[in-house]
């Protein structure tokens, strides 16, 4: 495959609509409010990403990663992931996610979907199941630096790369983008993005693609 570039895939809120990895997982693990109360203050800027994670973390504890697994087979996710990675792939361009979900969580659509690479904030596990401590943070910065890593792997730089996403983290890496797509986001991030995407189906954003890849291609 001939690499022309990356696309760069947040989770909650973009291809988990309405309701984020961590409270659906939240409300299966039996933590709901205190994930829903954490998310909430992180939105509105009063919690750090860090420590809405440890908040969310402690209600992991005693469950086991196979637990978990069981409980993202009912992730709710937007149309149309296979056929939007399908052309990014006949396109050259690799589709990877950099989110802030858990890291469980972007192994899962990995593994699901195709996705090449994912990153996102680590759990602790001893003796097979999570301890409620987290043994990685990651921030919004930090999920920025992920894709300038991956685009570097890859032999690119982050303007040769697009960026899908919806909120508050994905704003450093819409910065640095090529092409920054706003998909189904907030007014921030469609203020800091290059167009904007309003749809319950990924293949919705392949038209910017199309029109940016055949201008790169100049």
Not at 82 to 111: F, K, N, S
Not at 201 to 213: E, K, N, S, Y
Request: include cysteine; glycine fraction near 10%; charge should be negative.
């Amino acid at each position: 495959m001939r690499i022309r570039g990356a696309v760069f895939f947040d989770v909650d809120g973009t291809l988990v609509p309405g309701i984020s990895s961590g409270q659906h997982l939240a409300d299966r693990l039996g933590h709901a409010e205190l994930c829903r109360d954490a998310e909430a203050r992180y939105d509105d800027g009063t919690l750090t990403n860090q420590e809405a994670s440890v908040l969310d973390a402690r209600g992991w504890a005693t469950w086991t990663p196979a637990d978990v697994h069981d409980f993202l087979d009912s992730l709710p996710l937007v149309d149309g992931i296979p056929e939007t990675l399908a052309w990014c792939r006949r396109h050259d361009l690799v589709p990877v996610l950099a989110t802030l979900a858990w890291d469980a969580v972007g192994a899962y659509l990995c593994d699901r979907f195709g996705f090449a690479r994912s990153c996102g904030p680590r759990l602790e596990v001893i003796d097979g199941r999570y301890s409620g401590e987290v043994a990685e943070h990651l921030d919004e910065h930090g999920k920025r630096g992920f894709a300038r890593g991956v685009a570097a792997e890859l032999g690119v730089g982050l303007k040769h790369c697009a960026a899908v996403g919806d909120s508050r983290s994905d704003l450093p890496l819409f910065a640095e983008a090529g092409l920054a797509i706003a998909f189904n986001a907030t007014p921030a991030a469609q203020a800091a993005a290059h167009t904007a995407v309003t749809s319950p189906d990924l293949r919705a954003v392949l038209p910017a693609l199309a029109a940016w890849q055949s201008r790169t291609a100049r």
